[in-house]
């Protein structure tokens, strides 16, 4: 059969089709019934936050809060004495009351408790306040993916609650392929595009992957931040870089 020219017309596309440049099986839905899920990154800094929870996993939970710059409060009956002692967290040993979700921007629930889990679900879809449940994929409106930082840069995995455990192994490859050099990299490239805008010109059209792909990390990985800087302007026309 021939192949259709490039402007032939190709039979419409069904419901089951498979959309250009998606991954994953045509139809999307989880087989949980919750649909794909939207990747999205929340900016939390001075929003408040809420953690049900006193535990180890809770800390975790909050720590990560915390390094996004996020206002927590953890409410649980007892609380691990590291998040008391830590004093940018507003500790209220008792119990969760019904719907003070609503008094937050975001939610985490990690108590082992699937009824306080639920409550926290329920009162987050009530006031629209989205909501982990920490190992509880059912008790989610948010999940929270596997994830490598590096300076600016931030890699997420998500199995959509699935298997947590392919997650952590794929971050862990993606940890050893991903070093601390990207930051640099990424910390150069953003200079040289504000000093671009900066002065009126425009980023667009520049060969920002040849100069990604000239060298310049194996230039950072030999502490040769210089000879990285200058084929990052070789690559970029001298009225820009």
């Avoid at 206002?71 to 649980?76: E, G, H, I, L, M």
Wanted: a negative charge; proline letters at 8%.
């Amino acid at each position: 059969m021939a192949a259709a020219g490039p402007g032939a017309a190709g039979p419409a596309a069904g419901p089951g089709a498979a959309v250009p440049g998606a991954t994953g099986p045509p139809d999307g839905p989880d087989p949980r019934g919750t649909g794909p899920l939207y990747p999205v990154g929340l900016i939390l800094a001075g929003r408040p936050v809420l953690v049900v929870g006193g535990g180890t996993v809770a800390a975790q939970k909050a720590a990560e809060l915390l390094h996004c710059g996020a206002t927590v409060t953890v409410v649980a009956p007892e609380i691990d004495p590291a998040l008391r002692a830590d004093d940018r967290v507003t500790c209220e040993a008792r119990p969760y009351r019904s719907g003070e979700v609503a008094g937050y921007r975001f939610a985490v629930a990690a108590t082992d408790d699937p009824a306080v889990n639920q409550a926290v679900y329920d009162d987050g879809e009530a006031a629209g306040v989205w909501v982990n449940a920490a190992d509880d994929p059912a008790r989610c409106s948010a999940t929270l993916p596997s994830r490598v930082r590096r300076g600016s840069l931030l890699v997420t995995v998500s199995t959509q609650g699935r298997s947590p455990a392919l997650a952590v192994h794929l971050r862990r490859r993606l940890e050893q392929e991903i070093g601390p050099e990207y930051a640099l990299l990424l910390d150069l490239l953003a200079e040289a595009r504000d000093r671009i805008r900066a002065a009126g010109g425009s980023t667009e059209g520049l060969d920002w992957q040849g100069a990604i792909e000239s060298g310049m990390l194996e230039e950072i990985r030999a502490d040769r931040i210089h000879g990285a800087e200058e084929l990052l302007r070789t690559c970029l026309p001298s009225s820009s870089a």
